[in-house]
């Protein structure tokens, strides 16, 4: 019997296609909990998806826990004609589909004059791929149910805001994916290119072992397969013969690869292989009294941003400040908290590490108001250190978050499995548990680690890559 594919294959095989081959030919199950399950998918909580559907008319919800089970009882609503039916269940042999919506439209159909469109509800405010092929697939079951193919697909956000999306502007897309899926099902390994997707993925290792074993070159930072190609086309296949060749050689293998990226894989490769770093370029920053770094947590699954964490350095003197809500409803006031203190030091460079932070702060702000001094200064003053470093140090790294670069230059933080994921089952289980409390104090550690590891980066950038 062949394995299921639902719409979470088309997720883990965007990820990393080998994710759908061990999850069936490994002889070992390696699941992720179901609220991990939900985090990487960007989904919500059930209680957060019924704020987002209760106002619906005629709302019912699939209850039974089996897939046959709850397919039949999909279908009893549908036969039905229910408005709104909350999370049903779509099965056709061996593909299970598990839509957040079915949501009735007028038209014709086995059904009578109605047919349903398929919606899934999520966090982000943006149709990602991944949500399109989900979408298709859900549209071929679909048809298979009720003789109609919807025309579009939807994705709901916590907001509450529906964007639609046109089937078959995907469709060709869909179809090529699901071919290889099917593949990879009955036995064909993909070929293994390593990216950061992976990392989510509980076969990471495993993926990851099979190409530093081969030195593949997805083991570069941000390469793109299309370049891998490339390169492997011209008969460069490994990290070695990568960092041998020079930028000359590798312009007369590669011309349709610009002189900048050639010169930057090959450093990468030299990099890898030697195990050390390479400075490209001087990295400038300000000189302040008083340095600030900055680092937010969130849980995804209740679309929540529950704590802004700062680290202030002055004259190597540091302090830890956390501006922290208890549940949504404090949101506001750890706001107001925040603006006051970004008040308080507003010639004060605030240091974080990616794009994250710029998207929460201008998120609030819309929300609940700044003052014209704060606005300026988090306009001036932000400072994104991975936008610094990139152009400047090449790491002997395939992935440069601040886990892995702050380890790198030596920090290690307090807790063995300190992660982001980690960090929101933490909170979710404080969060239904308010006694746990010290699962609240391993977040605040968490958090105060994190800043940490920003500004010992800052320091390194400071000490190695500035004139």
């Given at each position: 019997?062949?394995?299921?594919?639902?719409?979470?294959?088309?997720?883990?095989?965007?990820?990393?296609?080998?994710?759908?081959?061990?999850?069936?030919?490994?002889?070992?199950?390696?699941?992720?909990?179901?609220?991990?399950?939900?985090?990487?998918?960007?989904?919500?909580?059930?209680?957060?998806?019924?704020?987002?559907?209760?106002?619906?008319?005629?709302?019912?919800?699939?209850?039974?826990?089996?897939?046959?089970?709850?397919?039949?009882?999909?279908?009893?609503?549908?036969?039905?004609?229910?408005q709104t039916i909350f999370r049903g269940v779509l099965v056709d042999k061996h593909w299970v589909g598990n839509p957040d919506l079915l949501e009735k439209v007028e038209g014709k159909?086995?059904?009578?004059?109605?047919?349903?469109?398929?919606?899934?509800?999520?966090?982000?405010?943006?149709?990602?791929?991944?949500?399109?092929?989900?979408?298709?697939?859900?549209?071929?079951?679909?048809?298979?149910?009720?003789?109609?193919?919807?025309?579009?697909?939807?994705?709901?956000?916590?907001?509450?805001?529906?964007?639609?999306?046109?089937?078959?502007?995907?469709?060709?897309?869909?179809?090529?994916?699901?071919?290889?899926?099917?593949?990879?099902?009955?036995?064909?390994?993909?070929?293994?290119?390593?990216?950061?997707?992976?990392?989510?993925?509980?076969?990471?290792?495993?993926?990851?072992?099979?190409?530093?074993?081969?030195?593949?070159?997805?083991?570069?930072?941000?390469?793109?397969?299309?370049?891998?190609?490339?390169?492997?086309?011209?008969?460069?296949?490994?990290?070695?013969?990568?960092?041998?060749?020079?930028?000359?050689?590798?312009?007369?293998?590669?011309?349709?690869?610009?002189?900048?990226?050639?010169?930057?894989?090959?450093?990468?490769?030299?990099?890898?292989?030697?195990?050390?770093?390479?400075?490209?370029?001087?990295?400038?920053?300000?000189?302040?009294?008083?340095?600030?770094?900055?680092?937010?947590?969130?849980?995804?699954?209740?679309?929540?941003?529950?704590?802004?964490?700062?680290?202030?350095?002055?004259?190597?003197?540091?302090?830890?400040?956390?501006?922290?809500?208890?549940?949504?409803?404090?949101?506001?006031?750890?706001?107001?908290?925040?603006?006051?203190?970004?008040?308080?030091?507003?010639?004060?460079?605030?240091?974080?590490?990616?794009?994250?932070?710029?998207?929460?702060?201008?998120?609030?702000?819309?929300?609940?108001?700044?003052?014209?001094?704060?606005?300026?200064?988090?306009?001036?003053?932000?400072?994104?250190?991975?936008?610094?470093?990139?152009?400047?140090?090449?790491?002997?790294?395939?992935?440069?978050?601040?886990?892995?670069?702050?380890?790198?230059?030596?920090?290690?933080?307090?807790?063995?499995?300190?992660?982001?994921?980690?960090?929101?089952?933490?909170?979710?289980?404080?969060?239904?548990?308010?006694?746990?409390?010290?699962?609240?104090?391993?977040?605040?550690?968490?958090?105060?680690?994190?800043?940490?590891?920003?500004?010992?980066?800052?320091?390194?950038?400071?000490?190695?890559?500035?004139?």
């Amino acid at each position: 019997m062949l394995s299921r594919i639902t719409e979470k294959t088309f997720y883990k095989y965007i990820k990393c296609p080998n994710w759908v081959y061990f999850d069936v030919h490994k002889d070992e199950d390696k699941l992720h909990e179901p609220l991990m399950e939900k985090l990487i998918e960007d989904g919500l909580l059930r209680e957060k998806q019924m704020e987002v559907v209760t106002d619906r008319q005629d709302l019912c919800e699939v209850t039974a826990e089996d897939p046959d089970e709850a397919f039949s009882q999909t279908l009893a609503f549908m036969a039905e004609g229910r408005q709104t039916i909350f999370r049903g269940v779509l099965v056709d042999k061996h593909w299970v589909g598990n839509p957040d919506l079915l949501e009735k439209v007028e038209g014709k159909s086995k059904l009578g004059n109605y047919y349903y469109v398929a919606a899934d509800i999520k966090r982000s405010s943006s149709i990602k791929d991944d949500y399109k092929f989900q979408g298709c697939f859900y549209a071929e079951l679909l048809e298979k149910v009720q003789g109609v193919k919807p025309v579009q697909g939807y994705v709901v956000n916590s907001t509450k805001e529906v964007m639609p999306f046109v089937i078959d502007e995907f469709e060709a897309e869909f179809g090529l994916t699901l071919s290889e899926i099917e593949k990879i099902v009955t036995g064909d390994k993909p070929t293994h290119f390593v990216t950061s997707g992976c990392k989510q993925s509980p076969w990471f290792k495993e993926c990851r072992e099979e190409s530093e074993i081969c030195e593949d070159l997805s083991l570069l930072n941000r390469v793109w397969r299309n370049e891998v190609s490339v390169l492997n086309d011209a008969g460069v296949k490994t990290i070695t013969e990568l960092s041998l060749k020079s930028v000359t050689d590798l312009e007369r293998l590669a011309p349709n690869l610009s002189l900048h990226r050639l010169e930057t894989m090959r450093d990468q490769a030299i990099a890898i292989k030697d195990g050390r770093h390479m400075i490209r370029a001087n990295v400038e920053m300000p000189e302040a009294k008083v340095d600030l770094y900055f680092d937010i947590e969130s849980d995804p699954l209740r679309d929540f941003d529950y704590l802004f964490g700062i680290l202030a350095v002055e004259d190597g003197q540091e302090k830890y400040d956390a501006f922290f809500a208890q549940d949504p409803s404090q949101e506001a006031e750890m706001w107001n908290e925040f603006i006051m203190y970004i008040e308080r030091h507003i010639d004060s460079p605030i240091y974080h590490y990616g794009w994250f932070e710029k998207v929460v702060i201008n998120r609030f702000a819309a929300k609940y108001g700044i003052s014209e001094i704060a606005r300026e200064a988090l306009d001036r003053n932000m400072i994104d250190l991975l936008e610094l470093l990139r152009p400047s140090v090449i790491f002997p790294l395939s992935f440069y978050s601040l886990k892995d670069i702050a380890s790198y230059i030596g920090f290690k933080w307090r807790s063995d499995d300190a992660s982001g994921a980690n960090s929101v089952l933490w909170f979710e289980e404080w969060f239904e548990d308010k006694s746990k409390k010290d699962l609240l104090q391993k977040i605040y550690e968490y958090n105060e680690d994190d800043v940490i590891a920003t500004y010992k980066l800052q320091r390194w950038l400071r000490e190695n890559a500035s004139l």
